[in-house]
């Protein structure tokens, strides 16, 4: 039993200095906490203050996403846009506004071109 301790003893300070401590970004109106786990820092806490109270919000997870694509997407819009009356958005009356327009709903803009990889932080 007296070999025993001893080991018991290194075996715990070993298993409580693996442990890392948690991040934490906070100040009068907001808190973000990640913990390091096997696949990288995850978001464990996300609070906003409302009034004198703390909200925590849902779940999230802090996952980074990177989309990529091996060709150049291209930069006109794949997707038709309705009016609440069924009409083309924007009508051709709007014509100034077109360029606009094409730019703010091309697939790079709208964050659907290429395949989407998804994954967590390594270093915190």
Same mark, same amino acid.
């Given at each position: ?74 930069? &006109? ?27 703010? &709903? ?19």
């Amino acid at each position: 039993m007296k070999q025993l301790t001893p080991f018991l003893f290194l075996l715990s300070c070993a298993v409580v200095m693996g442990q890392t401590k948690p991040l934490i970004l906070s100040n009068e109106k907001i808190k973000i906490s990640w913990n390091q786990t096997q696949d990288g820092w995850e978001i464990n806490l996300a609070a906003v203050k409302k009034g004198n109270n703390w909200v925590n919000l849902k779940t999230p997870l802090g996952e980074n996403t990177l989309l990529f694509s091996a060709e150049k997407p291209k930069n &006109t819009p794949d997707s038709v846009f309705k009016s609440i009356t069924g009409e083309k958005f924007p009508e051709d009356i709007y014509h100034y506004q077109t360029k606009q327009w094409a730019e703010s &709903t091309n697939p790079v803009s709208l964050n659907t071109a290429g395949k989407a990889i998804y994954f967590f932080a390594k270093k915190g």
